[in-house]
T-cell receptor, first 114, second 107 residues
Framework: SQTIHQWPATLVQPVGSPLSLECTVE??????LYWYRQAAGRGLQLLFY??????ISSEVPQNLSASRPQDRQFILSSKKLLLSDSGFYLC?????????????FGNGTRLTVT | GIQVEQSPPDLILQEGANSTLRCNFS?????LQWFHQNPWGQLINLFY???GTKQNGRLSATTVATERYSLLYISSSQTTDSGVYFC?????????FGQGTTLQVKP
């Protein structure tokens, strides 16, 4: 069966420090991968999505970037964190062969920028 | 783009009560999902239901695609049902999420 791993679960970082969040998917190949962010008490904001290795689409201009170095690995990065980058970051995947497939989320990373 | 509206935004129930959550969307879709976000933040898939009716225990969902809405029914609610319920729709790569319904079930 397919599983999605996301780490770390929580992270406290000072303003101006770099960020790297990693997400991996097991049990499937060529998935569509997504990074979402959720501010406290708010809805889900799509940040990036990827349909294949090296293919990244950005939905919101911001201080963050994403990379997909391997088929089932998706990384969210920042060179210098801002206070406004605090939030709950969620990685998700869908089957890549069809749009008619459900989205599955990882457990999320709670980031606090101080 | 597609607009997704969920109602009510907040709901408080006594344990054992039933409830209906609604999701309206502005255009035809080929994918609709219901999620439950628990108090720890985990987003759990409840239903993948672009059309028709599905049931899973005390929960059931109905999507009427031609009328552009979906309903999530929770029967005999329990305190563990508390959290935020999201509806999400798409016609292509990106799922569009509603703002969610926050449910509190009191013992």
């Amino acid at each position: 069966s397919q599983t999605i791993h996301q780490w770390p679960a929580t992270l406290v970082q000072p303003v101006g420090s770099p960020l790297s969040l990693e997400c991996t998917v097991e049990g499937t190949s060529n998935p569509n991968l997504y990074w979402y962010r959720q501010a406290a008490g708010r809805g889900l904001q799509l940040l990036f999505y990827s349909v294949g290795i090296g293919q990244i689409s950005s939905e919101v201009p911001q201080n963050l970037s994403a990379s997909r170095p391997q088929d089932r690995q998706f990384i969210l990065s920042s060179k210098k964190l801002l206070l406004s980058d605090s939030g709950f970051y969620l990685c998700a995947w869908r089957g890549g062969s069809s749009y008619n497939s459900p989205l599955h989320f990882g457990n999320g990373t709670r980031l606090t920028v101080t | 783009g597609i607009q997704v509206e969920q109602s009510p935004p907040d709901l408080i129930l006594q344990e054992g009560a039933n409830s209906t959550l609604r999701c309206n969307f502005s255009d035809s879709v080929n994918n609709l999902q219901w999620f439950h976000q628990n108090p720890w933040g985990q987003l759990i898939n409840l239903f993948y239901i672009p059309s028709g009716t599905k049931q899973n225990g005390r929960l059931s969902a109905t999507t009427v695609a031609t009328e552009r809405y979906s309903l999530l029914y929770i029967s005999s609610s329990q305190t563990t049902d508390s959290g935020v319920y999201f509806c999400a729709v798409t016609t292509a790569l990106i799922l569009i999420f509603g703002q969610g319904t926050t449910l509190q079930v009191k013992p």
